[in-house]
């Protein structure tokens, strides 16, 4: 394993420090009022340190949400419980998943409700690497989704379809948060999301 040279870890540090600083702004002002000199700010660097590292915003903006979500999804991979059994799993994944949205609630407002950021083209690279990450998160949850099929807690049903579908139920709640449409507290966005994802809304005989 090569052993990183100094100049290589300062190197590292100091483009996550920025891409972490872009964050923040971006969280406070969006994508469009985002700006060189404010992450520059932010970040307690110098406008022209921030060119050494990013030939441009665009370039900066990308690089700070991919590796904000990546991040996301690594902490969704590390606390995933498969020591239990499948339902108690996806139960979990869902708090957690809630827990993370919380904490990076700021980054995600930006991220969910200026979209066009995010809209993929057939041949941008930019959005083919977002597209790439998100299909590696549905792949995950479909994992975990596939687990409790394979224990015939779910009927057969594809798993991946499941997964999507679960992902827009908890980011729609997030979004219905973030456009202050609720208050109560986010365990109970939660709890509504396992109980219509399990139980659907058709009212069984005798209910």
């Known amino acids: ?33 985002t700006t060189i000199d404010r992450v520059a700010e ?22 700070a ?23 108690e799993r ?11 949205q919380s904490s990076n609630q700021d980054f995600l407002k930006a991220f969910f409700l200026e979209s066009k950021f995010v809209t993929f083209e057939p041949g ?9 990450l998100y299909t590696e998160h549905l792949d995950f949850v479909a994992t975990i989704l596939d687990s409790a099929v ?21 980011t729609g709640c997030l979004r219905r948060r973030l456009l202050g449409l609720v208050e109560t507290p986010i365990r109970e966005d939660a709890e509504l999301v396992l109980d219509l994802f399990l139980r659907g809304t058709v009212a069984t005989h005798g209910a």
Not at 79 to 84: A, E, I, K, N, Q
Not at 124 to 132: C, I, K, T, V
């Open 1 to 33: 394993m090569a052993v990183m040279t100094k100049e290589a870890v300062l190197k590292e540090y100091r483009i996550r420090e920025l891409m972490e600083a872009a964050r923040r702004v971006i969280g406070r002002h969006g994508f469009e009022g």
């Open 42 to 63: 932010e970040a307690h660097v110098a406008k022209g340190t921030i060119y050494l590292y990013f030939s441009n915003k665009e370039d900066l903006l990308h690089a």
């Open 65 to 87: 949400v991919f590796e904000g979500l990546r991040s996301m999804i690594d902490e969704t991979r590390r606390s995933d419980r498969t020591d239990l059994p499948p339902l």
């Open 90 to 100: 996806l139960r979990a994944f869902v708090k957690g998943q809630f827990e993370i």
């Open 124 to 132: 941008d690279e930019r959005g083919e690497a977002l597209r790439s």
């Open 150 to 170: 394979r224990a015939h807690l779910f009927r057969s049903i594809d798993p991946q379809f499941c997964a999507y579908m679960l992902t827009e139920m908890m």
